[in-house]
């Protein structure tokens, strides 16, 4: 037995309230070890989290994709308390279209970057109108040519909205819980949903993240995870795990 090996497991339940010590943790060390070990995160998200849904509110598919520019940078409560007064002001995708940039920028002031924002709102919404009869696209190769939708936008759209896994949202808090999981190993957000896409099941690839987005915010949080309270505790050897409960 090599007792002082990190791949070694306790043998010793860890004591009530307190994390495991990452060193104690199992790494999966085969291939069959890695896909069981993602099997049981799932499960254990799946528990703590059962059917994700988008935290922006929106009554149709151009609502959440202004929601979703809006929210780069900014808290979903924020874009939340934004949205209503917004919609009513230019309530229809062509009165973005003709908005005045200065003044609806003003409109989104509070959830910052509010120039940009404003851009890609307007440029968004006249692309649409002209390339997609102003119906916001269902598929990535059309979402990406909207202004103001990278990646993560187009995928929380066509996800939330329409139901079509065609990737993996990647936000920041995915981000640190996949390198946290040892998901991924990567830094770069489109690299993190490459790995992604390989290791998860499709009908995961919207949820998934979803889970991951509330769990970063509930208990693993960037700085002092709350691994003390975590279910996924015994399988997650993080090297910033939290061991002060
Ligand atoms: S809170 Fe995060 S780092 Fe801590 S055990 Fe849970 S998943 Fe691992």
Same mark, same amino acid.
């Given at each position: 037995?090599?007792?002082?090996?990190?791949?070694?497991?306790?043998?010793?339940? !860890?004591?009530?309230?307190?994390?495991?010590?990452?060193?104690?943790?199992?790494?999966?060390?085969?291939? #069959?070890?890695?896909?069981?070990?993602?099997?049981?995160?799932?499960? @254990?998200?799946?528990?703590?989290?059962?059917?994700?849904?988008? =935290? @922006?509110?929106?009554?149709?598919?151009?609502?959440?994709?202004?929601?979703?520019?809006?929210?780069?940078?900014?808290?979903? /409560?924020?874009?939340?308390?934004?949205?209503?007064?917004?919609?009513?002001?230019?309530?229809?995708?062509?009165? &973005? #279209?003709?908005?005045?940039?200065?003044?609806?920028?003003?409109?989104?002031?509070?959830?910052? &970057? &509010?120039?940009?924002?404003?851009?890609?709102?307007?440029?968004?919404?006249?692309?649409?109108? !002209?390339?997609?009869?102003?119906?916001? =696209?269902?598929?990535?190769?059309?979402?990406?040519?909207?202004?103001?939708? #990278?990646? /993560?936008?187009?995928?929380?759209?066509?996800?939330? &909205?329409?139901?079509?896994?065609?990737?993996?949202?990647?936000?920041?808090?995915?981000?640190?819980?996949?390198?946290?999981?040892?998901?991924?190993?990567?830094?770069? =957000?489109?690299?993190?949903?490459?790995?992604?896409?390989?290791?998860?099941?499709?009908?995961?690839?919207?949820?998934?993240?979803?889970?991951?987005?509330?769990?970063?915010?509930? @208990?693993?949080?960037?700085? /002092?995870?709350?691994? !003390?309270?975590?279910?996924?505790?015994?399988?997650?050897?993080? /090297?910033?795990?939290? @061991?002060?409960?």
């Amino acid at each position: 037995m090599a007792g002082n090996d990190n791949n070694s497991v306790t043998k010793t339940p !860890a004591p009530q309230g307190k994390a495991t010590p990452p060193k104690l943790v199992p790494r999966p060390k085969t291939a #069959a070890d890695r896909a069981a070990r993602l099997k049981k995160i799932i499960h @254990l998200l799946d528990r703590m989290y059962p059917a994700p849904r988008t =935290p @922006l509110t929106h009554r149709d598919a151009w609502e959440l994709l202004a929601a979703t520019i809006l929210s780069a940078q900014c808290t979903d /409560k924020r874009v939340n308390e934004v949205t209503p007064g917004l919609f009513r002001k230019y309530p229809t995708i062509t009165d &973005f #279209a003709n908005a005045n940039p200065a003044e609806l920028g003003q409109d989104i002031r509070s959830t910052g &970057f &509010f120039n940009n924002k404003s851009k890609s709102l307007i440029g968004a919404a006249r692309k649409i109108l !002209a390339d997609f009869k102003g119906q916001v =696209p269902q598929t990535m190769e059309e979402m990406l040519t909207i202004p103001g939708a #990278a990646r /993560k936008t187009s995928n929380v759209v066509l996800g939330a &909205f329409y139901g079509i896994p065609a990737g993996v949202v990647v936000d920041t808090h995915v981000q640190r819980l996949a390198q946290r999981l040892d998901l991924s190993k990567q830094t770069d =957000p489109v690299k993190i949903e490459q790995d992604l896409i390989k290791i998860l099941p499709k009908e995961k690839w919207i949820d998934f993240p979803l889970q991951l987005i509330f769990h970063g915010r509930a @208990l693993c949080v960037a700085r /002092k995870p709350r691994c !003390a309270e975590c279910p996924i505790d015994p399988i997650c050897y993080a /090297k910033d795990k939290n @061991l002060s409960g």
